[in-house]
């Protein structure tokens, strides 16, 4: 039997009272068409379709939409977003430093570095004693270009599931860019050609192979000098970077060289400037030979800007959190694991999110 204890005019039960205390984690945070809602706040995080006041948690394209009349990001998400949409990407803008904690409608949210790309984070959001983090997209490993990702204690943490099976276990990205370069070495007359998107992974590529001590010209495509441009703005060093863009600059001119390109260039005649070119590809999608085959890669390079299967089981653990919601990508086993791992777990079948960043 439990004996009650009167405070006031309310009834209070020790056995039950921490459980009563705490606002459930679906009242502070819920899946709507639009994104994840905060009744309590009025707000959405990564929301897909224009709302009053968003928060964001990174600059990709499907996390980052233009159109909101409020945003809250980092500086570098907002600089990111008006290099994307223009000045006018939304009404009104208002920047989140991190580990600072604010309140929207007495509702506290602070933010977090996520490591997935320059001016990511996890945006951690607390009420009536109940903690989430919404970690948006974020990796554990090694990278230059932003600043590593930070553990945040919770009861409910929100992942991507976008690596999440046992087969993906990505080896270190150093590893893969000393493939690059002794594949440079071994074949000074052709062109490597590395496709690597625009926004966070061509800069992280770029950067691994400084820090290996390449410190001949790079030269990349059109579509990544403003970004490229705002990284060294932000203070990061990639060396000697030319456009391969100029016409004027004959196939012999690039033979021996290094290439950075979106992946999209690589069916454009673009790609057909370049002397019998070495084809490669960073992503984490390089471990399923099928997509090295598809796309006819010659040089596969597992680089992912998001987590393995050993570091989204570890993050979990990390966070302390008694419960898993999965955003989107490979669902069923980490689900699953949750299960076997005493967590409770639940999709929550969000659309409108892609893999961008691989």
């Given at each position: 039997?439990l004996?009650?204890?009167?405070?006031?005019?309310?009834?209070?039960?020790?056995?039950?009272?921490?459980?009563?205390?705490?606002?459930?984690?679906?009242?502070?945070?819920?899946?709507?068409?639009e994104?994840?809602?905060?009744?309590p706040?009025?707000f959405?995080?990564?929301?897909?379709?224009?709302?009053?006041?968003?928060?964001?948690?990174?600059?990709?394209?499907?996390?980052?939409?233009?159109?909101?009349?409020?945003?809250?990001?980092?500086?570098?998400?907002?600089?990111?977003?008006?290099?994307?949409?223009?000045?006018?990407?939304?009404?009104?803008?208002?920047?989140?430093?991190?580990?600072?904690?604010l309140?929207?409608?007495?509702?506290?949210?602070?933010?977090?570095?996520?490591?997935?790309?320059?001016?990511?984070?996890q945006?951690?959001?607390?009420h009536?004693?109940?903690?989430?983090?919404a970690?948006?997209?974020?990796?554990?490993?090694?990278?230059?270009?932003?600043?590593?990702?930070?553990?945040?204690?919770?009861?409910?943490?929100i992942?991507?599931?976008?690596?999440?099976?046992?087969?993906?276990?990505?080896?270190?990205?150093?590893?893969?860019?000393?493939?690059?370069?002794?594949?440079?070495?071994?074949?000074?007359?052709?062109?490597?050609?590395?496709?690597a998107?625009?926004?966070g992974?061509?800069?992280?590529?770029?950067a691994?192979?400084?820090?290996?001590g390449?410190d001949?010209?790079?030269?990349?495509h059109?579509?990544?000098?403003?970004?490229?441009?705002?990284?060294?703005?932000?203070?990061?060093?990639?060396?000697?970077?030319?456009?391969?863009?100029?016409?004027s600059?004959?196939?012999?001119?690039?033979?021996?060289?290094i290439?950075?390109g979106?992946?999209?260039?690589?069916a454009?005649?673009?790609?057909r400037?370049?002397?019998?070119?070495v084809?490669?590809?960073?992503?984490?999608?390089?471990?399923?030979?099928?997509?090295?085959?598809?796309?006819?890669?010659?040089?596969?390079?597992?680089?992912?800007?998001?987590?393995?299967?050993?570091?989204?089981?570890?993050?979990?653990r990390?966070?302390?959190?008694?419960?898993?919601?999965?955003?989107?990508?490979?669902?069923?086993?980490?689900?699953?694991?949750?299960?076997?791992?005493?967590?409770k777990?639940?999709?929550?079948?969000?659309?409108g999110?892609?893999?961008?960043?691989?």
């Open positions: 039997m004996y009650a204890k009167c405070v006031g005019n309310m009834l209070f039960y020790p056995e039950v009272t921490p459980y009563l205390a705490k606002m459930r984690a679906s009242s502070l945070l819920q899946p709507r068409p994104g994840l809602y905060c009744p706040g009025d959405f995080i990564d929301p897909v379709r224009p709302v009053k006041r968003a928060l964001i948690t990174h600059g990709h394209s499907d996390h980052a939409r233009s159109g909101h009349a409020h945003v809250m990001a980092t500086r570098e998400t907002l600089d990111i977003m008006r290099l994307r949409y223009g000045e006018d990407f939304a009404s009104q803008t208002q920047e989140a430093r991190l580990g600072e904690t309140a929207i409608n007495e509702v506290r949210i602070s933010f977090h570095p996520a490591g997935h790309v320059l001016g990511s984070a945006i951690a959001v607390e009536g004693g109940t903690r989430i983090v970690s948006g997209d974020y990796k554990r490993s090694e990278d230059p270009t932003c600043l590593a990702f930070e553990t945040v204690p919770c009861d409910v943490f992942s991507e599931a976008t690596f999440a099976l046992p087969v993906f276990r990505h080896p270190p990205a150093r590893d893969e860019m000393r493939k690059l370069l002794d594949s440079v070495a071994q074949f000074p007359e052709r062109t490597h050609l590395i496709g998107y625009a926004l992974k061509a800069q992280r590529v770029i691994l192979i400084r820090k290996l390449y001949e010209p790079i030269f990349i059109g579509a990544l000098i403003r970004l490229c441009d705002y990284y060294r703005e932000r203070g990061l060093d990639l060396g000697q970077l030319l456009p391969a863009t100029q016409d600059a004959s196939k012999s001119d690039f033979a021996g060289k290439v950075v979106p992946p999209s260039a690589f454009d005649r673009w790609a400037r370049f002397p019998d070119p084809t490669a590809f960073a992503s984490g999608w390089m471990r399923v030979r099928q997509r090295v085959r598809q796309r006819g890669v010659e040089l596969p390079l597992i680089i992912s800007d998001h987590c393995d299967w050993d570091e989204l089981t570890q993050t979990i990390e966070t302390g959190a008694s419960e898993l919601w999965v955003t989107h990508g490979r669902e069923e086993a980490l689900l699953r694991w949750s299960e076997l791992n005493g967590l777990a639940r999709p929550l079948h969000l659309v999110y892609e893999d961008e960043a691989e």
